[in-house]
């Protein structure tokens, strides 16, 4: 026996509507307006169907199988389109369309899948396709003009994704083939296009983007448990990439002009945290182990600055800040429980430390104009401190392969060098100049309880020491 709930059609003109509903399902068609076209067509049972449409020349399709279903489409305007189609058991299609010339497909099979799609303005495009899934959910919503909006769930179970824009021509692209996943897209301004892909186990993903022209923000992740978190205004571009476990990616880029941050994760339990203001440039990796990165990076108004962080081993740190234009800050590291520090402010200064030993730590500080430091450790408990002041042209540089070696280098003034190599152990060596045009060389290979010291301060002054 077949049970209909009645049918109400109110057709001002031309417009067409085609029911075909099984036992115990129910299908409803409220049309008003012109050219309208509305059909039904639902085989299995207990299925559910509701299409209401205002306006002229919209097109609504609902296909249901397999039973307990439901499908609910409200269109208010001209030239709207909704295609829902569910293969599925115990689902649920919602959509809701305010405006003109907007375009909805809806696609589900598995069981217990909802997607639920609000469209208010003109020319926005929705996608929704969750295959062969289960308790996993999509939910879109638009606002403005030209916006376009895809999530896909392919053999997803428990997962979530959430789509929500205003503004005009956003894009925005999330999929997810895992388990347990969560995408979060929320875009508002003009020109911003968000990607997310997901196919690991309990991923989180979350990009914010606010009032721009054209950023660019994207999220892959494998494996389990990585949390992905950019946060973007302005001009910017961010690339999020982890295929490891419970691993944890921050971008922070506001007011940008064209900030970029890269960050690249395949270890486990890695973190980084980026924060960029105006005009920078960050590019991360690790491989390694409880690794952490942090990178502040401002300013940028005569050049970007660069920051590099390349780590592989166990619990390493590595933590940039620069300020001004035409910075460059890169820190390698390999070993296991090493530090590094680069702290940069002024113009056009470049620092580099390299560990790949145990327990070593690097402390780079400079502020003025064209320093360059360069600080490189291995084996274990090396410790290297570079402070290049307001002078012009500094140049420090310090190379340890020992054990418990120490240097310590402070300049302050203009043309200074400083050239420090140590290799054996417990080394020590520090140089500290200030005035003008000072040079000090120390080198330290073999032996035992070395300890070299140069103080200079005045004018012109060269000491070497070699042992």
Known sequence: MFKFKPLVVAMLAVGAMHVHATENSEATINQYGVQQEATIDQTGSRQDAIAKQEGEENTATITQTISRNAA??????????????????????????????????ATQSGEDNSATIYQFGN??????????????SVNIKQDGTGNNATADQFKAKRSE???DQNGLENRAFTEQSGNDNVANIDQNGLFNEAMSLQSGVGGY????????????ASADQAGESNEAIIDQSGRNTAYSYQTGVEEKVEIIQVLGTDNFAKAIQSGTRNQVKINQFLNNNAVTNQTGIDGKVAVNQSGGFLGANYATVDQAGIENVSNIEQSGSR???????SGQNDKSFITQQGTANVAT???????????????????????????????????????????ASSVQTGDSGIVVIDQDGSSHTAMLSQSGLRNLADVQQAGYSHTA??????????VALV???GIANTATINQ
């Open 441 to 450: 060389t120390i080198t330290q290979f073999g032996g035992f309880d070395n």
């Open 161 to 163: 994704a959430y789509i």
């Open 123 to 136: 020319e926005n495009i929705a996608t929704s396709d969750q295959f062969r899934s289960g308790f996993s």
């Open 327 to 333: 910075n460059d800050a890169n820190s390698y590291q």
């Open 72 to 105: 609910d489409t409200y269109q208010n305007g001209n030239r709207n389109s909704v295609d829902a189609t569910q293969n599925v058991v115990r689902s649920t299609v919602t959509t809701v369309t305010i405006g003109n010339d907007n375009d909805i497909v």
């Open 353 to 395: 430390s390299s560990q790949h030993g145990l327990d070593g730590t690097s402390v780079i500080w400079q502020s003025g104009t064209s320093h360059m430091a360069y600080a490189e450790q291995e084996l274990s408990n090396n410790y290297v401190k570079i402070s290049q002041y307001d002078g012009r042209g500094s140049n």
């Open 455 to 457: 103080q200079q301060a």
């Open 205 to 216: 993903v979350s990009v914010e983007q606010n009032g721009a022209v054209f950023s660019f």
